[in-house]
C-alpha cells in the first residue's frame, strides 16, 4: 500500500482508534487524528511526531457536521485530500431499555452513527475523485448478537453495519471500498472505565467466554484496519469482518 494517503482516524487518541493512528503513522502515512480528549491528543500526537510520523491532531465532535467539515478541511490544507477513513469514534453504556430515555437514546444515535454519517460522508468527495478509497467503521459484536442493558448501542451499531453495506454498493463502481469491524471484548480504557463503574465484568472473566481466551487489544483490531485498506483487499467489500476472538461467529 502506498504510505502517501491520507488516513483520518476518529475516536483516534485512545484505545482501538489510537492503536490505528499508531499502525497507520508509523507505515509512514500522514494521519489525522480526531478526538475529544484534548490532552491525550497533545500527547499521543507529540510522542508520534517525535518519532518523525507526520500527524495532525484536531478536537472534533463527530456529532457535529460543521466540526467535522471544519477539520477536514484543515486536513486537505496541512495533509492532502483524503485516501482512507477509519471511522471508530464512539461511546458505549449501560442502562436497561426501559430507562432509556429519549435524550439518552438521541445521543448515542448522534455519536454513534450519525457521527459515522458524517465523518464518512465529507470525506468521499476526495475518494470518488480519485476513484480509491477505504472507508472501515467500527461497529460492535452486539450489532450482531444483542446486549443486555445497552439496547439503543446495539441499535446504532447495527445501523452502522447496515450503512457500511449500503455505502459498499453505491460507491463500488468509484473504486471504494467499504467495509466494517465489529469488535467484542478489547482492552481499552473505556472497557476499563466500565469495569469500574460496575456497568461491564471483569475482562478475565469474560476472557473466559471467548474461544481465544483473552480480551482483544486495539493492535489486533488495527492490523485489520490495515489490511482492509490494502490495494491487496481491492475486491473485498460490504464485508463484516469480525476481530473477537471467536465469541461470535456467524
Request: aromatic content about 4%; some cysteine.
Amino acid at each position: 500500500m502506498e504510505a502517501n494517503r491520507v488516513v483520518v482516524v476518529t475516536g483516534g487518541a485512545s484505545g482501538i482508534g489510537l492503536g490505528v493512528v499508531r499502525l497507520f503513522a508509523r507505515k509512514g502515512h500522514p494521519v489525522a487524528m480526531l478526538d475529544l480528549q484534548d490532552e491525550a491528543l497533545e500527547r499521543e500526537s507529540a510522542a508520534l511526531q517525535s518519532e518523525g510520523a507526520r500527524v495532525l491532531a484536531r478536537r472534533v465532535d463527530v456529532s457535529d457536521r460543521d466540526d467535522v467539515e471544519t477539520a477536514y478541511s484543515a486536513i486537505r490544507s496541512e495533509l492532502g485530500p483524503i485516501a482512507i477513513v477509519v471511522a471508530n469514534a464512539g461511546i458505549s453504556e449501560g442502562v436497561r431499555f426501559l430507562d432509556v430515555d429519549q435524550p439518552t437514546w438521541q445521543r448515542m444515535i448522534d455519536i454513534n452513527l450519525t457521527g459515522v454519517f458524517h465523518t464518512v460522508q465529507a470525506a468521499l468527495p476526495d475518494m470518488v475523485a480519485a476513484k480509491w478509497g477505504r472507508v472501515i467503521t467500527i461497529s460492535s459484536h452486539a450489532a450482531q448478537s444483542g446486549a443486555s442493558d445497552r439496547a439503543h448501542y446495539s441499535a446504532a451499531k447495527g445501523g452502522v453495519i447496515g450503512l457500511t453495506r449500503a455505502l459498499a454498493r453505491e460507491f463500488a463502481a468509484d473504486g471504494i471500498t467499504v467495509n466494517t469491524i465489529p469488535p467484542s471484548v478489547v482492552a481499552t480504557p473505556m472497557a476499563e472505565q466500565g469495569v469500574a463503574a460496575g456497568t461491564f465484568p471483569p475482562l478475565d472473566v469474560i476472557a473466559q467466554h471467548i474461544p481465544i481466551p483473552r480480551p482483544g487489544t486495539p493492535e489486533d483490531i488495527a492490523a485489520a484496519c490495515e489490511y482492509l485498506a490494502s490495494d491487496g483487499a481491492s475486491y473485498v467489500t460490504g464485508q463484516v469482518l469480525a476481530v473477537n476472538g471467536g465469541m461470535f461467529i456467524g
